[in-house]
């Protein structure tokens, strides 16, 4: 399938005939979802491959474009040692977006932005910096050049060299549709994963298959943005897989808590029998002052208190153990009082 534009790829993937128009702010800076996590917009993975397989052009304008861009630093302000590059990348008037080179301590990168607007007469300007977290980002270069259409734009100075890049949609449409079918494929494995196991001790979903969810969908937005459609609806679709794990492990705990007999539990605080009780695998992580309750029936949202009422977080759990640290003054104290729901209380 052959698309002619940026904009009908959009639109194709989107399912719809009018889209939103473009936001001021670079819409791949301003919409990633909480677990992103991240200020800086996310780099396409093979985009060195990307730039070296683009090849000069006119454009009458940047339209939602992907922009890929190889730096070359010459020389750094304060040392010789290779610099931990970011850039700065600001089109007419609208806010700045940064990226992060995909690798430290290096004297070139090659980097991306997605959904670039760019017309005729407008200036483009990128700063780069070596990143510093202790003594703040050293300016490495600063340019500016009006868009004249020409791609590669290319600006130069003695301390470094950016040429940026427009790569072709074919190259953009293969990337976004392999993105996009591994984010649907592992989306598909999530929704059927067992409901949560509270006495294997499986609470969360399978890290590998979220991994990869949110991996995908992070390419997609390195591609084209986050604010993109069929990026938005992605990740809706993984923030409804979240709740509904949350959902079906509040309501396992809960079914829980109701079951447990009242009364039924030891404790003991003697480290001989604590490790006697635990696997092997975790006696070397024992707190060096702990107690251990065991449970007839396993319980996630489990207290004990100290005897000062103060309630104690546990070390560890699986299943009907519980392990907590407790103070060495107060381990002697502690008491297993009478199981009350879901709580053991001191007498």
């Excluded at 995909?102 to 200036?123: F, I, K, Q, R």
């Excluded at 990026?231 to 808590?257: C, H, I």
């Amino acid at each position: 399938m052959r698309i002619a534009s940026v904009a009908a790829l959009l639109l194709t993937i989107a399912g719809c005939k009018n889209p939103s128009p473009p936001s001021p702010l670079p819409p791949s800076a301003a919409l990633d979802p909480g677990w992103y996590g991240a200020a800086h917009v996310p780099q396409v993975d093979d985009v060195d491959e990307l730039y070296d397989l683009t090849e000069p052009r006119t454009l009458a304008a940047l339209s939602a474009s992907l922009l890929v861009c190889h730096i070359d630093v010459a020389v750094k302000p304060r040392d010789n040692s290779a610099p931990d590059l970011v850039a700065w990348l600001t089109l007419g008037n609208r806010h700045a977006v940064w990226v992060r080179a995909p690798y430290s301590n290096s004297w070139s990168a090659t980097v991306s932005w997605p959904a670039t607007d760019l017309v005729m007469g407008e200036p483009l300007m990128i700063s780069i910096y070596d990143e510093d977290t202790f003594t703040g980002d050293d300016l490495i270069a600063r340019f500016t050049k009006t868009f004249d259409g020409t791609v590669p734009i290319v600006m130069s100075d003695a301390t470094a060299t950016i040429e940026c890049r427009v790569p072709e949609l074919a190259a953009v449409e293969a990337r976004l549709w392999t993105a996009l079918a591994a984010a649907d494929q592992a989306l598909a494995a999530l929704d059927t994963v067992a409901e949560p196991d509270l006495i294997a001790n499986h609470l969360e979903r399978p890290h590998d298959a979220v991994e990869v969810v949110r991996r995908s969908i992070a390419q997609a937005a390195a591609l084209v943005g986050w604010h993109v459609p069929a990026v938005k609806s992605r990740v809706a679709r993984e923030q409804v897989s979240e709740q509904m794990w949350k959902a079906k492990l509040v309501a396992s705990m809960e079914t829980l808590a109701h079951t447990l007999p009242t009364g039924r539990a030891s404790m003991t605080c003697d480290a001989v029998a604590i490790d006697r009780a635990l696997p092997a695998k975790q006696r070397p992580y024992r707190p060096d002052s702990a107690c251990l309750v065991t449970l007839a029936t396993p319980s996630i949202d489990f207290k004990l208190y100290s005897p000062d009422g103060v309630p104690l977080r546990p070390a560890w759990y699986s299943g009907t153990l519980v392990l907590f640290e407790v103070s060495s003054l107060d381990a002697p104290a502690i008491k297993l009082g009478r199981l009350e729901n879901d709580v053991v209380r001191v007498r």
